[in-house]
């Protein structure tokens, strides 16, 4: 018993980790999840290709033909012939941090990702009963303790659907061996945890 179970690349990683953030997202705007809690799915999408966009141009980050798949087809594969598309309409937000602000941003990242990793790395059984409300409620006392001033409800749908993405990273194990379900993991708990505190630098612009 798993002794077919392959490793993948720490590019295939990243891919397969927004992608799987994409497609939470896509399911937000499918099921008008976004839109009944008063949250706009194109600043969703803004914030997924803000978050992306370090990987442009950059072949030591990621290769040029990855960064393509997350910013042309983000949530391919994952039934990608029924989504909805919103992602060719993303917001004119941008989530720039000023320097000011950079070292309490990081630090924020870091505490959640930490918590996450904590919490969550060595899961095994994840009991769907209980999971979004633990973990998002883990990542809603962090924000709201550190940008009190920064704080608004709609926090509370930005996390709750990048948790959506954290589950569904987590039960990711058919065919991969122990150490790439840890580096998919650890890249999950990563993004996730950057693109929830960038949430809270939201400012009209465009990339």
């Known amino acids: 018993m798993g002794l077919f ?10 891919v397969q980790t927004f992608q799987t953030i994409a497609q939470s997202i896509d399911v937000a705007a499918q099921t008008g999840m976004a ?6 799915v194109g600043d969703l999408w803004a914030l997924y290709f803000w978050t992306i966009k370090p990987f442009e141009a950059n072949p030591d980050a990621l290769s040029p033909d990855y960064y ?10 994952f039934a990608f012939s029924n989504n909805t598309r919103t992602f060719e309409s993303p917001s004119k937000f941008i989530f720039p941090v000023h320097p000011d602000d950079y070292e309490h941003y990081v630090k924020v990242s870091m505490e959640i990702r930490d918590l996450l990793e904590s919490n969550y790395l ?7 009963s209980t999971f979004m409300q633990e973990c998002g409620n883990l990542i809603d006392k962090i924000i709201k303790a550190n940008f009190a001033s920064r704080y608004t409800n709609s926090i509370q749908t930005v996390i709750f659907i990048l948790t ?12 991969i061996n122990a150490p790439t379900v840890t580096r998919l993991r650890k890249k999950g708990f990563l993004y996730i945890s950057l693109m929830v505190t960038s949430w809270q630098f939201k400012t009209a612009g465009q990339l």
Do not use: C, F, M, Q
Not at 5 to 14: A, G, N, T
Not at 35 to 40: I, R, S, Y
Not at 122 to 128: A, C, E, M, R
């Open 68 to 77: 393509k798949i997350l910013k042309y087809t983000p949530g391919s594969p």
């Open 35 to 40: 839109e009944n809690t008063g949250l706009d």
């Open 5 to 14: 179970k392959k490793e993948i690349s720490d590019d295939s990683i990243i």
């Open 164 to 175: 959506l993405a954290l589950r569904s990273i987590l039960k990711d194990t058919h065919r």
């Open 122 to 128: 060595n899961v095994k059984n994840l009991d769907d």
